[in-house]
């Protein structure tokens, strides 16, 4: 007998026939000798529509107490929904919120971090042949106030709980049937992985790729809990997220990613001098923005430019702080500039390989792509260009490096 979490995301839930389709394969589970606990998303398209009625109601920046409050809302309707689904199959069920299985967090609102969960309750649930119907996406503080884990969260909530209760795996259930080389529905020529090591799903996520939300994928490194991404509309194998030396597919690349989330802001003709950086990244730190992208161009006659990246939600509070500060450090100017996009190339086999990046570089610019910015770490490689070149970049990165024979980088002259 093994204990399972089994995840469904939005579209798995997306209506009662869908969530009755969860309950079956919930019970078949069952049936089949296993503890199954469960974490769902909100329906379909409802998180989206609570964000839009709290911007309606709340403006630009809701307060972020009653965010939370509204938009946890969609994670409690599909769990009592998919508890009487589950009962009407004759099969014992019941729905716990974040709250009711302590599932506790800090205390920042729409981005709350899991603190610990009570996995005793859970077990005594378990224990006693019922399955556990658990909401994803929220928890609740130290002060009782409901809080959010930022969009996605589910995945995470899943792998906390898989975590916490010791399971044998995490099943994640999506409208993809595993993790593909790129996105599968931008790209058709992308290739299911079978297995993938949490060090690339961990870059792969933080770089657009959102089938997994990146802290669940942390949190299932941390623990060692093994991640099967699969499914919810087939009974086919997906793909294993699992420690290196069990995830081995011998790519180089193994994976292309995009992100059209982020914005540029540029400040030019800066003073060349010590302290100007801090006292530009010191105050957006302050306000909680999180900076991606750094360059800083190389002074002459005494200044510099300075480019970053962040979230686009943040563009407007990140140009106030960049036009403060620019003005105290004396720019020339500062810009905002939405249509950009990050296209990356992940995998193990970079750590290895000389010329991927060079090989990468031809081959935007063999499409004309310009490069805006270059950051790089050990197994990835990310270049910000125009967001209008997105889809252009990406399949021609994924023909370079993952349809033709396997990643491999030719030899460099
Ligand atoms: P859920 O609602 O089940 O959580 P998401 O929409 O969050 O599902 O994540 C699944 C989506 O992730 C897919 O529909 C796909 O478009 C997208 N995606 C992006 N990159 C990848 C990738 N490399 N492999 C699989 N799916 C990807
Ligand atoms: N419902 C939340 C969202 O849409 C959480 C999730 O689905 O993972 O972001
Ligand atoms: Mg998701």
């Given at each position: 007998m093994s204990l399972i979490v089994q995840k469904f995301g939005g579209t798995s839930v997306g209506d009662v026939a869908r969530i009755e389709n969860v309950a079956r394969r919930v019970v078949a589970t069952r049936q089949a000798g296993h503890r199954v606990a469960v974490v769902v998303s909100a329906m379909a398209g409802e998180t989206d529509s609570l964000v839009r009625l709290a911007h309606a109601a709340g403006g630009d920046e809701p307060d972020p107490r009653e965010y939370d409050a509204l938009v946890s809302t969609g994670e409690q309707k599909t769990i009592a929904l998919l508890a009487m689904a589950i009962q009407r199959l004759g099969h014992p069920a019941r729905s716990f919120t974040g709250a009711q299985i302590g599932m506790r967090t800090d205390a920042a609102h729409m981005r709350a971090r899991i603190q610990s969960i009570d996995a005793a309750r859970i077990h005594e649930v378990l224990g006693a042949g019922t399955v556990a119907v658990i909401a994803g996406f929220q928890g609740v503080d130290d002060e009782g106030n409901v809080t959010t884990l930022g969009r996605g969260g589910s995945d995470t909530s899943a792998v906390a709980v898989a975590a916490a209760l010791n399971a044998d795996v995490c099943e994640i259930y999506t409208d993809v049937d595993g993790v593909y080389t790129t996105d599968p529905n931008l790209v058709s020529a992308a290739r299911r992985l079978s297995r993938i090591s949490y060090d690339e799903m961990l870059e792969m996520a933080s770089l657009g790729a959102k089938v997994l939300q990146i802290r669940s994928v942390k949190f299932a490194m941390q623990y060692g809990v093994p991640i099967h991404v699969r499914s919810s509309f087939s009974e086919d194998e997906g793909t294993w997220v699992v420690r290196e030396e069990d995830a081995m597919e011998g790519l180089v690349v193994s994976g292309v990613t995009y992100n059209r989330s982020e914005a540029k802001i540029r400040l030019r003709?800066?003073?060349?001098?010590?302290g100007v950086a801090a006292r530009l990244f010191g105050p957006l730190g302050e306000a909680g923005i999180v900076v991606d992208m750094i360059v800083q161009n190389v002074g002459q006659d005494g200044s510099t430019d300075i480019t970053f990246t962040v979230p686009r939600g943040d563009t407007r509070r990140a140009l106030a702080i960049a036009e403060q500060a620019g003005a105290e450090v004396g720019a020339a100017g500062v810009l905002a500039d939405e249509s950009i996009a990050k296209v990356s190339i992940v995998g193990l086999g970079m750590k290895d390989h000389a010329g991927v990046a060079s090989r990468m570089f031809r081959v935007l610019a063999s499409e004309g792509i310009n490069i805006q910015l270059i950051s790089t770490s050990e197994i990835k490689i990310s270049v910000l260009i125009e967001e209008k070149y997105t889809e252009l970049a990406v399949r021609a990165l994924h023909a370079a490096f993952v349809e033709s024979g396997a990643g491999q980088p030719r030899a460099e002259a």
């Open positions: 003709g800066v003073k060349d001098q010590p």
